[in-house]
């Protein structure tokens, strides 16, 4: 059984900045790549960025690229977002989730575990 937990969400003034934290509770967390997702009222869950087992590849939303940055501690078992210059587009529930294929990273329905999400909202 996997366990993933998000911290860190809030609510920000439209500019400022947030880090998520995703923390696993898993015996093989370097095992597997891990996403960030986020669903905003009315819309479907979308895929934020994603990062490889080791770190050593990441992947961001067209919308996000430049002003989020994943990374992971394996050492640690967590995941982060750095989000930076928010919008109120960025407004959503924000996800982790682990998929066990990385390139199959895109489709939600990949990944094979999913935390509770936490909100973030930015105002304008």
């Known amino acids: 059984q996997v366990q993933l937990v998000e911290s860190g969400g809030g609510l920000v003034q439209a500019g400022g900045s947030l880090r998520l934290s995703c923390a696993a509770v898993?015996?093989?967390?370097?095992?597997?790549?891990m996403g960030w997702f986020r669903q905003a009222p009315g819309k479907e869950r979308e895929v934020v960025g994603v990062i490889s087992a080791t770190g050593g590849d990441t992947y961001y939303a067209d919308a996000v690229e430049g002003r989020f940055t994943i990374s992971r501690d394996n050492a640690e078992d967590t995941v982060d977002l750095q989000m930076t210059r928010l919008k109120p587009e960025d407004t959503a529930i924000y996800y982790c989730?682990?998929?066990?294929?990385?390139?199959?990273?895109?489709?939600?329905?990949?990944?094979?575990?999913w935390g509770l999400g936490t909100q973030v909202t930015v105002s304008s």
């Open positions: 898993t015996r093989t967390f370097v095992d597997y790549a």
């Open positions: 989730a682990r998929v066990p294929s990385y390139p199959h990273i895109l489709a939600p329905s990949n990944y094979d575990f």
